[in-house]
């Protein structure tokens, strides 16, 4: 009984990160769209942002924050927050 209930509580816990995105809202002011690198616990990804256009994109993490690489630097942006995309530039809501 106890193996039971510890091997269904390890294949929950892998479920749940395995299921973890990372998400933001974005309005790009600019047509262009943009692939930006994105830093979270230790790793790198990507995230793109289509231009024009308000939207939602999301990152296979974990983390509650990640730090995007813009033109302008690299900017940390909390899971969930509502950013604004102009001349590559993000700036948080």
Do not use: H, P
């Not at 973890?20 to 790009?28: G, I, K, W």
């Not at 692939?35 to 974990?62: D, K, L, P, Y």
Request: a positive charge; proline letters at 0%; charged letters at 20%.
């Amino acid at each position: 009984m106890k193996f039971k209930t510890l091997f269904l509580s390890a294949a929950f816990l892998l479920v749940v990160n395995v299921a973890s995105a990372f998400t933001v809202r974005y309005y790009n002011n600019d047509s262009q769209k943009y692939t930006m690198e994105v830093r979270s616990n230790g790793s790198t990804q990507t995230i793109e942002f289509s231009g024009s256009t308000t939207s939602s994109a999301s990152v296979q993490t974990s983390a509650s924050e990640v730090e995007i690489k813009t033109s302008c630097g690299w900017v940390k942006v909390k899971d969930g927050a509502k950013i604004t995309i102009k001349d590559g530039c993000i700036k948080i809501e």
